[in-house]
């Protein structure tokens, strides 16, 4: 995944693409660049590794003009290097293109452009463009975009600017997203929210196979086959401030911190203690169909899958129709079952993760019904699945994912008590109960944030160790998983996250003073099993860490540490017991001197398979 920028009005551009840059940093941090057009003349700065290389650059050597167009860069083909970092150019030197995707074709393109004389000076699959554009180029950019986009294959979201054809930025997209921001006479592309929110709330995101044409007169929009189109103007509720770091250290803590925020926006307008009622307007599901629903099947990847496996226990639980939770890049190549009265939850917090869009694809094609849960409005999941649940956890920037889960739960949570309801499994006021428990969550929260001083001196105490056990049991299993994922994103130790039941069939083997064990393990169903997998983890020698209910005394004399959070209706426990993991993996990140916010190798949504 990479991140595409352009600007066009009276601002310094060098700073507005840099700033916008910087906002989009978390989508890959590999190599970076941008390319203005000054006088009539294409100047473009490249560097490998991050913006601030960037920016260096360009304080050395600044540049100058009325438009450009940037990107920063998560590498598919071809090393990170300067060479191959965007913009890339044509063999004129007068067109130059970002791009985020990947060109499936790119090879048969090469092959036929380099027989037309095209010179080629990069590994990347992006080079392309510049030189379909160059070769079906006359006078008008976005006549030669259109032409060239029909002959491209895969998915790109690329915007391009020509010195042959200036004052102009031309974005096409097919797959990633491009979101267009609306100025007073300024105008801005670029592949999220945040480098346009300070700027203007009012923006315009493109369809797959449109085509935005920028010049100083305003934008215009037609599709690939060059019909002109008139597209809504969305306004943005989130305010700018959200996307900077506001006194904290890193994003990642400041995100965590944000959780009961988050929770409650979740909630809020969702429930109701007078009418007892859930109200989710954008599900876009009949009560008829929602009665009918005999099986789910739940997809994502990464921590939204582990929000999935957690969803899968509150369903069942509450609604007692069997769930499937399924990893989007397995979904597509198992041969899956579409029953009739199927629902298909697809949970993706970008809503742009190839492998998930792919499956709610496969299963739209397929005339399965879906429904996304999703934190970025407008995004593609959002647009193309039936219904939508969106989690308002505000913009997440720390590439792990934090309050985007939290919230994912309580969407889940939300929509398992409304389709218990709709199904009439509910006593009468019962619901009333799960209301309040949910209402008293971020409270909860807070409390366990309050011990974060706690957290990190175990941190300090743990930071040296190389391997990591994480157990958990029933609900409590998944973030098992969470857990484990969010040590090994952060601080690149090795960690495994295991259902402490199956323990006794491997892991167990591990044990041993140098592997701490993290066990989850509020008085649940479960506690006392829990119990059991501690006392074979210490009688081999094994360290053990704690997520314990506060007044659980017995646990106090069995473990090495231990961390208390506040009781619970057992089935919300996920809720608090994931908030300590968050905070041990940052501190312990934080300590080996990791870079929290974005980790290697990592990019913050995955757009490519
Ligand atoms: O945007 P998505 O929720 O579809 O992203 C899925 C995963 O890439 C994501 O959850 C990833 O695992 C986390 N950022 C890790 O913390």
New binding site residues.
């Given amino acids: 995944m990479c991140g595409i920028i352009g600007y066009l009005g009276p601002k310094k551009i060098s700073s507005i693409l840099i700033e916008g840059l910087k906002k989009l940093e978390y989508r890959g941090y590999d190599s970076a660049g941008l390319a203005v057009v000054n006088k009539g003349k294409l100047e473009i700065r490249r560097v490998k590794g991050k913006i601030s290389n960037l920016e260096e650059i360009i304080r050395m050597s600044p540049i100058d003009g009325n438009y450009g167009i940037g990107h920063t860069r998560w590498a598919t083909h071809g090393r990170p290097s300067e060479e191959n970092a965007h913009p890339h150019r044509d063999c004129s030197e007068t067109i130059v293109v970002v791009h985020n995707g990947i060109i499936e074709n790119y090879l048969d393109l090469k092959k036929e452009l380099l027989e037309k004389g095209h010179i080629f000076r990069t590994e990347t699959d992006t080079e392309v463009i510049a030189h379909l554009i160059e070769e079906n180029f006359e006078k008008n950019l976005e006549i030669a975009v259109q032409k060239a986009v029909k002959k491209l294959g895969g998915v790109f979201a690329f915007a391009v600017i020509s010195s042959k054809d200036p004052e102009k930025i031309v974005t096409a997209k097919k797959g990633p997203p491009a979101i267009i921001g609306l100025g007073s006479d300024e105008y801005f592309v670029s592949s999220d929210l945040a480098p346009i929110l300070g700027h203007t709330k009012d923006v315009i995101f493109l369809d797959d196979e449109e085509i935005a044409v920028i010049d100083k007169n305003g934008v215009q929009f037609m599709n690939f086959q060059g019909k002109t189109l008139s597209k809504k103007i969305d306004t943005i509720t989130w305010d700018p401030i959200m996307v900077e770091k506001g006194g904290f250290k890193h994003f990642m803590l400041k995100e965590i911190f944000e959780q009961p925020r988050a929770l409650r926006e979740t909630l809020m307008g969702r429930i109701s203690l007078d009418t007892g009622k859930i109200y989710l307007d954008e599900i876009n599901l009949s009560p008829d169909f929602l009665r009918k629903i005999s099986r789910i099947n739940i997809i994502?990847?990464?921590?939204?899958?582990?929000a999935g496996l957690v969803g899968k226990y509150f369903l069942e639980n509450l609604t007692h129709i069997p769930v499937e939770v399924d990893y989007?890049s397995e979904y597509r190549y198992r041969d899956f079952i579409l029953e009739k009265n199927q629902l298909n939850i697809i949970?993706?917090?970008?809503?742009?993760?190839a492998d998930?869009l792919a499956a709610l694809r496969i299963i739209k094609k397929n005339k399965g019904k879906t429904l996304s849960i999703c934190?970025?409005k407008g995004s593609t999941?959002t647009r193309e699945a039936d219904g939508v649940i969106y989690t308002h956890a505000g913009p997440e920037i720390g590439?792990?994912?934090?309050k985007?889960?939290t919230t994912?739960l309580m969407a889940l949570m939300l929509f398992s008590l409304y389709l218990a309801q709709v199904k009439n499994r509910f006593k009468k006021n019962e619901i009333l109960t799960y209301f309040q428990e949910l209402q008293r969550i971020p409270h909860k929260i807070e409390s366990i944030l309050y011990q974060s001083s706690k957290i990190e001196n175990l941190a300090q105490k743990y930071f040296h160790y190389t391997d990591f056990l994480y157990l958990g049991r029933w609900v409590n299993f998944p973030i098992a998983l969470e857990g484990a994922?969010?040590l090994k994103?952060i601080s690149y130790i090795h960690a495994e996250g295991y259902p402490a039941g199956e323990m006794k069939h491997g892991p167990i083997a591990l044990i041993e003073e140098k592997m701490p064990t993290v066990a989850i393990a509020p008085k649940d169903r479960v506690y006392e099993k829990m119990l059991s997998n501690i006392s074979e983890v210490k009688t081999r020698n094994g360290i053990v860490l704690a997520v314990a209910w506060e007044e659980d005394k017995e646990i106090r004399e069995k473990v090495d540490e231990i961390i208390y959070i506040p009781s619970s209706h057992p089935l919300f426990t996920p809720f608090l017991t994931v908030i300590p993991l968050q905070l041990f993996a940052y501190y312990i990140g934080l300590k080996r001197g990791a870079d929290v916010d974005q980790p290697r190798n990592?990019a913050?949504?995955?757009t490519v398979e």
């Fill in positions: 994502a990847c990464g921590t939204s899958y582990h989007s949970i993706s917090q970008s809503g742009e993760t998930t934190n970025m999941a590439v792990a994912s934090t985007t889960f994912q994922l969010k994103e990592l913050k949504s995955v």
